[in-house]
């Protein structure tokens, strides 16, 4: 138990930047959640890294939130998810055609998943919008959850 609370009072330590204001975290908090749901696949560290640095963010909480909500065990249900939201968004409640606006070069790739997967007509634009969205959405909504639970954490930290 010893070395389990030694653990965290060290992630805590990281995570907490001297002067850091409960806002700072949650700001911190909620871009990672942006960047963990963009659809940007295998720019997530080089983004986490990038708009920690631009807008002098915590980047351990960058990084250690958006690893936490996409890695290998979660990053295919995300993908799915995020793509299915999309297209229900665009064609179901936009009415907006999304086969036809779907990119020339994608079509190896629809060829492709026909072919091996039995997968037709996948939509770029209803992957790139849907985890758009979704991640802004998340971002939105985390914010002020975290925010609030930040200033309790600090409030046990300080007595």
Request: proline share 4%; with cysteine.
């Amino acid at each position: 138990m010893a070395l389990l609370h030694s653990i965290f009072s060290r992630i805590k330590n990281l995570m907490l930047k001297e002067g850091q204001t409960s806002h700072d975290f949650a700001l911190a908090f909620a871009v990672a959640c942006y960047v963990a749901i963009s659809p940007f696949i295998g720019l997530h560290t080089l983004m986490s890294l990038g708009i920690g640095w631009f807008f002098n963010l915590n980047i351990p909480v960058l990084i250690a939130v958006s690893y936490l909500i996409n890695n290998p065990f979660t990053i295919a249900p995300i993908m799915v998810g995020t793509y299915f939201f999309g297209y229900w968004f665009l064609h179901s409640l936009l009415k907006v055609s999304i086969i036809s606006a779907t990119p020339d070069w994608m079509a190896p790739i629809n060829s492709f998943l026909t072919t091996h997967a039995g997968i037709s007509d996948v939509s770029f634009w209803a992957f790139m919008i849907g985890a758009n969205l979704l991640g802004i959405l998340l971002a939105l909504i985390s914010y002020p959850i975290v925010k609030k639970c930040f200033k309790h954490v600090v409030q046990a930290h300080e007595s």
